[in-house]
């Protein structure tokens, strides 16, 4: 037996001893982060090694405080314990600035022991949030943004008090035109650099993520256009910079009355009209399309600005991102709040990765759903940006987390399967393209939307041992797969555009086109069981053309001359057959003119006047259906005029073509007057172009990087043709899963 006083040294020698490992934990070797290009991949470097991208997030209100303790801390262990060593949170500049002239970086500091803690060999991405207080706005009122639909509104306590929850709504916020705000934050950013990397906190730091606008993404506060005075101010100097001269600027706005001192932002509350229908009219509104051009580079240049002030102020490399790049579910207000400037972004070397939460319409998170990034991630690869997905929706475990649930029941494991299923999809997602993601977990913050299983005491999204675990064998699985050269297995290339959103309208009315060839087109890719690649339209001259059988231009309806060069010499050629969207080119970006469609689709298109449209199909599958785009006018409207094409569907009760095909010696050129929001039309599109598809089944299908993942919600059996030709017969269980094969040899990878 020992001695009592001894036990009791040897217990606080025991505390001591933990208390100086977690202290030299904090004191860790300063990491630094870089994203550089490994086997044809952008891949995170963290002191020269690299590391796969996988982190696990935590929102603005962790835990529904500002630290992480408890149970936020509780799922840093658990995602620790799986292998993620990267951990991401949000800091908003308010958080740490003071009136007074102080700037605590405690909360900082905080939030990183709070991680170090439990994972003491933990990386650190911080999503800094350019918010200046709200004394700050009360000192400089006539800085903040401006409506045209009605005064900002005051900020509401919001459901978790988040500091933005009333973004989307009005809020009083700072204009992102403001030169001052711009200078002060400028300011506090370099500080935040300096002051916490010279603390030991700072040593786990790698990286910084820079926000502002709705949620940190870079939409227009309230999704509205920003009217304010400071906005006009750089109105006027955007203008003078783009003319040289008056007379160029009244020819170009077709306002012989115009001066450069009268140039104001010309949007109120009835900001949405065109008078072109679907397409503005470059020469008699060309203010309009001055104005939103105007402002989507205002922020392009602003996330450049910030990217580069952390780079240059924080003393060891360090990897800088954004939320930008966004082409899919933006709710039909691309011109107001998308992100339009992309190109910029790509090609500035202070920005190394995109981001973007993972769509979220159409059918893009319910069991046997295509999960898909917001991005096109191909050109992200191109211009060697990393792309991480955000993945923020929770597996649905609600059938059984009943108390007392029976766990020896069938649809306790069927559940759990559909769970691994959701969770290995998302991942999947991007994993094929070579790129990355973050698990955003709202469920530590009271906003999940299930009680957690009894015998777990979870309080998280994937705070479940049949989730961890999965999540870490499939981790090992894809950094094992990421030794090998990147590869793509798609021969379908969809294009699209962000800068044509300029010359279109925003009236909801009138959008519908724009957003089913967009949204719509993008699930039916996914549905119609072939693998491909997406693409900005102005990378299409980076990119080798040789693996795609079948290119598909979705929403281009503005290409100017160049472009149009460069596709009639390179895209239409090696017998590829090219599918065009409703209207290809029908501006320049300097007229309208329907001759342009003709001469880029090389199938005479003419105009068409008709109340309701409706296209029936035929020939193009099995069986002959019709679809809508829309309820109410399409205006312009086009149909096919040409003798020599074959016809594969028409405009109800009239005799007018509306998708044809015609052959060349070099392409073949497919022209659909309208995109539907059925997924067969595209499908039998893609089949009768010859894309390869791996299965008509309706699973969803995930190509890339020697991978094959089908995700069903079915299951059973199914035949699955490789590209290679070699067919395989693959068992599916029942229900809902996500099943990976090697590409090449059909073999089970996972």
Same mark, same amino acid.
């Given at each position: 037996?020992?001695?009592?006083?001894?036990?009791?040294?040897?217990?606080?020698?025991?505390?001591?001893?933990?208390?100086?490992?977690?202290?030299?934990?904090?004191?860790?070797?300063?990491?630094?982060?870089?994203?550089?290009?490994?086997?044809?991949?952008?891949?995170?470097?963290?002191?020269?090694?690299?590391?796969?991208?996988?982190?696990?997030?935590?929102?603005?209100?962790?835990?529904?405080?500002?630290?992480?303790?408890?149970?936020?801390?509780?799922?840093?262990?658990?995602?620790?314990?799986?292998?993620?060593?990267?951990?991401?949170?949000?800091?908003?500049?308010?958080?740490?600035?003071?009136?007074?002239?102080?700037?605590?970086?405690?909360?900082?500091?905080?939030?990183?022991?709070?991680?170090?803690?439990?994972?003491?060999?933990?990386?650190?991405?911080?999503?800094?949030?350019?918010?200046?207080?709200?004394?700050?706005?009360?000192?400089?009122?006539?800085?903040?943004?401006?409506?045209?639909?009605?005064?900002?509104?005051?900020?509401?306590?919001?459901?978790?008090?988040?500091?933005?929850?009333?973004?989307?709504?009005?809020?009083?916020?700072?204009?992102?035109?403001?030169?001052?705000?711009?200078?002060?934050?400028?300011?506090?950013?370099?500080?935040?650099?300096?002051?916490?990397?010279?603390?030991?906190?700072?040593?786990?730091?790698?990286?910084?993520?820079?926000?502002?606008?709705?949620?940190?993404?870079?939409?227009?506060?309230?999704?509205?256009?920003?009217?304010?005075?400071?906005?006009?101010?750089?109105?006027?100097?955007?203008?003078?910079?783009?003319?040289?001269?008056?007379?160029?600027?009244?020819?170009?706005?077709?306002?012989?009355?115009?001066?450069?001192?009268?140039?104001?932002?010309?949007?109120?509350?009835?900001?949405?009209?065109?008078?072109?229908?679907?397409?503005?009219?470059?020469?008699?509104?060309?203010?309009?399309?001055?104005?939103?051009?105007?402002?989507?580079?205002?922020?392009?240049?602003?996330?450049?600005?910030?990217?580069?002030?952390?780079?240059?102020?924080?003393?060891?490399?360090?990897?800088?991102?954004?939320?930008?790049?966004?082409?899919?579910?933006?709710?039909?207000?691309?011109?107001?709040?998308?992100?339009?400037?992309?190109?910029?972004?790509?090609?500035?070397?202070?920005?190394?990765?995109?981001?973007?939460?993972?769509?979220?319409?159409?059918?893009?998170?319910?069991?046997?759903?295509?999960?898909?990034?917001?991005?096109?991630?191909?050109?992200?690869?191109?211009?060697?940006?990393?792309? +991480?997905?955000? =993945? %923020? $929706?929770?597996?649905?475990?609600?059938?059984? /987390? *009943? &108390?007392?649930?029976?766990?020896?029941?069938? !649809?306790?494991?069927?559940?759990?399967?559909?769970?691994?299923?959701?969770?290995?999809?998302?991942?999947?997602?991007?994993?094929?393209?070579?790129?990355?993601?973050?698990?955003?977990?709202?469920?530590?913050?009271?906003?999940?939307?299930?009680?957690?299983?009894?015998?777990?005491?979870?309080?998280?999204?994937?705070?479940?041992?049949?989730?961890?675990?999965?999540?870490?064998?499939?981790?090992?699985?894809?950094?094992?797969?990421?030794?090998?050269?990147?590869?793509?297995?798609?021969?379908? +290339?969809?294009? =699209? %555009? $962000?800068?044509?959103?300029?010359?279109?309208? /925003? *009236? &909801?009315?009138?959008?519908?086109?724009?957003? !089913?060839?967009?949204?719509?087109?993008?699930?039916?890719?996914?549905?119609?069981?072939?693998?491909?690649?997406?693409?900005?339209?102005?990378?299409?001259?980076?990119?080798?053309?040789?693996?795609?059988?079948?290119?598909?231009?979705?929403?281009?309806?503005?290409?100017?001359?160049?472009?149009?060069?460069?596709?009639?010499?390179?895209?239409?050629?090696?017998?590829?057959?090219?599918?065009?969207?409703?209207?290809?080119?029908?501006?320049?970006?300097?007229?309208?003119?329907?001759?342009?469609?003709?001469?880029?689709? %090389?199938?005479?298109?003419?105009?068409?006047?008709?109340?309701? &449209?409706?296209?029936?199909?035929?020939?193009?599958?099995?069986?002959?259906?019709?679809?809508?785009?829309?309820?109410?006018?399409?205006?312009?409207?086009?149909?096919?005029?040409?003798?020599?094409?074959?016809?594969?569907?028409?405009?109800?009760?009239?005799?007018?073509?509306?998708?044809?095909?015609?052959?060349?010696?070099?392409?073949?050129?497919?022209?659909?007057?309208?995109?539907?929001?059925?997924?067969?039309?595209?499908?039998?599109?893609?089949?009768?172009?010859?894309?390869?598809?791996?299965?008509?089944?309706?699973?969803?299908?995930?190509?890339?990087?020697?991978?094959?993942?089908?995700?069903?919600?079915?299951?059973?059996?199914?035949?699955?043709?490789?590209?290679?030709?070699?067919?395989?017969?693959?068992?599916?269980?029942?229900?809902?899963?996500?099943?990976?094969?090697?590409?090449?040899?059909?073999?089970?990878?996972?």
């Amino acid at each position: 037996m020992f001695p009592i006083k001894q036990i009791l040294l040897g217990l606080i020698s025991a505390c001591c001893c933990l208390v100086i490992a977690s202290a030299q934990s904090y004191s860790q070797v300063p990491l630094n982060g870089k994203i550089e290009q490994l086997k044809g991949r952008p891949t995170i470097f963290i002191n020269n090694v690299p590391t796969y991208p996988m982190i696990y997030a935590l929102t603005d209100l962790p835990g529904g405080r500002l630290t992480f303790e408890e149970m936020p801390q509780h799922n840093i262990e658990r995602f620790c314990q799986a292998g993620i060593k990267m951990f991401y949170f949000c800091l908003f500049l308010d958080q740490m600035w003071s009136e007074d002239g102080n700037f605590d970086i405690t909360i900082a500091q905080k939030q990183i022991r709070g991680v170090l803690e439990v994972c003491p060999d933990a990386a650190i991405v911080i999503r800094l949030h350019m918010h200046s207080p709200k004394w700050w706005l009360d000192k400089h009122p006539e800085e903040a943004v401006s409506y045209g639909s009605g005064p900002a509104l005051a900020d509401g306590k919001g459901r978790f008090m988040r500091s933005q929850h009333d973004d989307p709504i009005r809020p009083l916020r700072y204009s992102m035109a403001s030169e001052i705000w711009r200078k002060d934050v400028t300011e506090k950013t370099t500080l935040f650099c300096k002051m916490l990397s010279s603390v030991k906190e700072g040593n786990a730091v790698v990286g910084m993520q820079i926000g502002a606008g709705v949620y940190g993404e870079w939409h227009n506060w309230g999704s509205e256009p920003d009217i304010s005075v400071p906005m006009n101010n750089y109105f006027k100097k955007w203008i003078r910079s783009k003319y040289a001269n008056i007379n160029d600027l009244k020819k170009a706005w077709g306002n012989d009355k115009i001066e450069f001192g009268q140039v104001k932002v010309p949007i109120d509350h009835d900001h949405s009209m065109s008078k072109g229908g679907v397409f503005r009219d470059p020469n008699s509104e060309r203010n309009v399309i001055d104005y939103y051009e105007s402002h989507h580079q205002l922020v392009a240049d602003n996330i450049i600005h910030f990217c580069r002030t952390v780079k240059e102020n924080w003393p060891r490399p360090i990897i800088t991102g954004t939320f930008y790049g966004y082409v899919f579910s933006l709710f039909g207000r691309e011109t107001a709040i998308g992100h339009l400037e992309v190109d910029r972004i790509l090609k500035s070397p202070y920005v190394d990765y995109l981001s973007g939460p993972q769509a979220y319409y159409p059918d893009a998170e319910k069991e046997g759903d295509p999960a898909r990034s917001r991005g096109l991630l191909k050109s992200c690869q191109l211009h060697k940006k990393l792309w +991480l997905d955000e =993945y %923020d $929706t929770q597996p649905n475990l609600t059938k059984i /987390t *009943d &108390p007392g649930f029976d766990t020896t029941q069938p !649809v306790y494991h069927k559940t759990i399967q559909a769970a691994q299923g959701i969770v290995r999809r998302n991942i999947l997602s991007s994993a094929i393209k070579g790129m990355g993601l973050w698990f955003f977990d709202f469920g530590v913050a009271g906003g999940r939307q299930y009680t957690e299983l009894k015998d777990n005491g979870s309080n998280g999204w994937w705070d479940y041992p049949f989730i961890l675990d999965d999540i870490k064998k499939l981790k090992v699985a894809l950094e094992k797969n990421r030794t090998r050269e990147y590869k793509s297995e798609a021969d379908v +290339l969809m294009v =699209y %555009d $962000t800068k044509v959103y300029y010359h279109l309208s /925003t *009236d &909801p009315k009138y959008t519908h086109v724009s957003n !089913v060839a967009v949204n719509w087109n993008s699930l039916a890719v996914w549905k119609s069981g072939v693998g491909f690649d997406a693409i900005y339209l102005q990378d299409l001259e980076k990119i080798d053309l040789d693996q795609y059988k079948v290119v598909v231009f979705n929403n281009t309806f503005t290409i100017n001359p160049s472009q149009k060069l460069f596709i009639d010499k390179n895209v239409k050629s090696q017998k590829r057959n090219i599918i065009w969207f409703y209207a290809p080119g029908y501006s320049d970006g300097n007229d309208l003119d329907t001759k342009r469609i003709s001469s880029l689709t %090389d199938i005479k298109i003419e105009g068409l006047e008709l109340a309701n &449209p409706e296209v029936s199909v035929t020939g193009l599958t099995t069986d002959a259906f019709s679809y809508k785009t829309s309820d109410t006018e399409i205006r312009p409207l086009f149909f096919v005029a040409d003798s020599k094409v074959q016809s594969y569907g028409h405009f109800l009760s009239t005799d007018k073509i509306a998708i044809a095909k015609k052959k060349f010696k070099d392409h073949v050129s497919w022209y659909v007057a309208l995109p539907s929001y059925d997924h067969s039309l595209l499908a039998g599109l893609l089949k009768q172009a010859g894309a390869h598809v791996y299965t008509e089944s309706g699973d969803i299908i995930y190509a890339g990087d020697g991978l094959l993942g089908i995700h069903s919600k079915r299951g059973g059996e199914r035949e699955i043709k490789l590209k290679s030709g070699k067919k395989i017969i693959v068992n599916l269980p029942t229900g809902t899963s996500t099943t990976i094969l090697d590409s090449e040899s059909g073999e089970v990878f996972y």
